[in-house]
């Protein structure tokens, strides 16, 4: 059975950091993403990483601010978040898919974790 869970989601002031992880079990992905949705929006790409080399795509909005990391050990996926600002506000979720490249789109990602709110407070 395929789970991937994140954590690490919580309240932060803006300016601040938090780190979500992404475990992953019952079998082996080759990119994992992170997404977020923010209330009454679109879900929205954040950044992705390719399990084999590291590649890594990020939204532009993100760039300079949100880091992607894999551990494979631990077959988890982080998303480091700094300078974190009120509109960052949203349920960040992790999905995973087959192909190799790492891609900005929701829909070629096969499965799904739960999420984790991040709350930025102004």
């Known amino acids: 059975q395929v789970q991937l869970v994140e954590s690490g989601g919580g309240l932060v002031q803006a300016g601040g950091s938090l780190r979500l992880s992404c475990a992953v079990s019952?079998?082996?992905?080759?990119?994992m993403g992170w997404f977020r949705q923010a209330p009454g929006k679109e879900r929205e790409f954040v950044a992705a990483i390719s399990w084999a080399d590291g590649r890594t795509v990020y939204a532009d909005s993100m760039k300079g601010r949100f880091t992607i990391s894999r551990d494979s050990a631990k077959n988890t996926v982080y998303l480091q978040m700094d300078s974190l600002k009120p509109e960052d506000t949203a349920v960040y979720c992790c999905a995973a898919r087959t192909p190799v490249n790492p891609s900005t789109r929701g829909n070629e990602y096969d499965y799904w974790g739960q999420g984790t709110q991040v709350t930025v407070s102004s």
């Open positions: 019952g079998r082996t992905f080759y990119t």
